[in-house]
């Protein structure tokens, strides 16, 4: 075997539908194309790529399955651009999750790490509008009844993307609400199968506002423990035993 075996490697050939997909997909994500705005119709993507009616289709697919575009075969006014959205992230990570490519215990403990490091930059950089929009998703969560997990879940995640976006980090933001939005059926689980959920929603609104106090007079270290703490009480005795090691290992600094 010579030097040039060892650099080089076969390639596989691309095909035309891979071309069209990445080519649309660019212009999604440098914004050419942004959310809510349509494609050109089928029959104009045809003459556009000098390729066939089934090359376009095959590329819409691949761009609908990765949540880019909606589309309808025909449809005259063209697909739908979505856009990247935590969605899509949160989909892949619920796959991952069924899949059993990762467990559940690594995506809380994925969880936790973000939380914490959400909890700690929002203590230090935020505004009194993040302080504002925290404090309005506590007040709805008090207001919300066993019968109401739903609701009641959807407000907790908005605390906690409004951390997020708080830290300035708009990557920590994406993480965040995908991550809670791939464990939240877990969670609401948990809530309606507890003897007593009223006190279990009352626990978690006080832990809520710890976390608000701690944000609030800048305590960084203290916002941070309780985003670990709080995530491995939620969930340390849902995940699989041997995953229980990860949480534990997430807990202290």
């Not at 440098?30 to 556009?48: C, F, H, K, Q, Y």
């Not at 990570?93 to 990762?102: D, E, H, K």
């Not at 505004?127 to 109401?148: F, K, V």
């Not at 003897?195 to 506002?209: F, K, L």
Request: negative net charge.
């Amino acid at each position: 075997m010579t030097s040039d075996d060892v650099l080089f490697r076969p390639v596989q050939p691309v095909r035309a539908y891979q071309r069209v997909a990445e080519q649309i997909e660019e212009r999604i994500l440098n914004g050419d194309l942004p959310p809510g705005s349509r494609l050109p119709a089928e029959r104009d993507l045809v003459t556009r790529f000098g390729v066939g009616r089934s090359t376009v289709r095959e590329a819409l697919r691949v761009l609908q399955s990765a949540g880019l575009i909606r589309s309808r075969p025909g449809d005259p006014l063209g697909a739908e651009v979505l856009g990247v959205s935590p969605d899509n992230l949160s989909q892949a990570l619920g796959r991952l999750t069924r899949s059993r490519v990762a467990s559940l215990g690594e995506l809380v403990q994925f969880r936790m790490v973000l939380d914490a490091e959400s909890n700690r930059l929002a203590a230090r950089l935020h505004t009194a509008e993040d302080l504002a929009r925290m404090q309005q998703e506590i007040d709805r969560m008090a207001a919300l009844g066993p019968a109401e997990l739903h609701a009641f879940s959807e407000a907790d995640a908005r605390f906690h993307q409004a951390v997020a976006e708080a830290s300035g980090n708009s990557l920590l933001a994406l993480c965040a609400r995908a991550v809670h939005e791939a464990v939240v059926a877990v969670i609401e689980k948990k809530i309606a199968g507890a003897a007593d959920a009223a006190g279990w929603m009352a626990r978690s609104i006080e832990h809520h506002r710890a976390v608000l106090g701690a944000v609030r007079s800048g305590d960084a270290e203290a916002a941070c423990r309780l985003g670990r703490e709080a995530l491995f009480a939620y969930y340390a005795d849902l995940v699989e035993p041997e995953a229980r090691r990860l949480l534990e290992a997430s807990v202290e600094p």
